[in-house]
């Protein structure tokens, strides 16, 4: 288990997201960067927009994606 925060994953706060792989702990940013927009937090949309657009062109977003993965391959077990 390796814990990544919404800031390391391209967001405004500190909030820890842990998994067993780096898609678990992006899934996670996605579904806490949803519930921040849902909640009206503006301080969130930045990253929610540039997460939305991520998943729309994944071919494009390839070198976020395997930056991702390099961070949390590098990380040490929780």
């Not at 678990?24 to 960067?33: E, G, P, T, Y």
């Amino acid at each position: 288990m390796k814990t990544m925060t919404c800031r390391q994953l391209g967001g405004p706060c500190g909030l820890e997201h842990r998994g067993e792989t780096a898609d678990d702990v992006i899934k996670a940013q996605d579904r806490h960067l949803k519930e921040a927009e849902k909640a009206g937090d503006a301080s969130h949309q930045e990253a929610r927009d540039a997460m939305k657009g991520r998943w729309r062109r994944p071919k494009k977003s390839l070198a976020w994606y395997r930056d991702m993965q390099k961070v949390f391959a590098d990380l040490p077990e929780d």
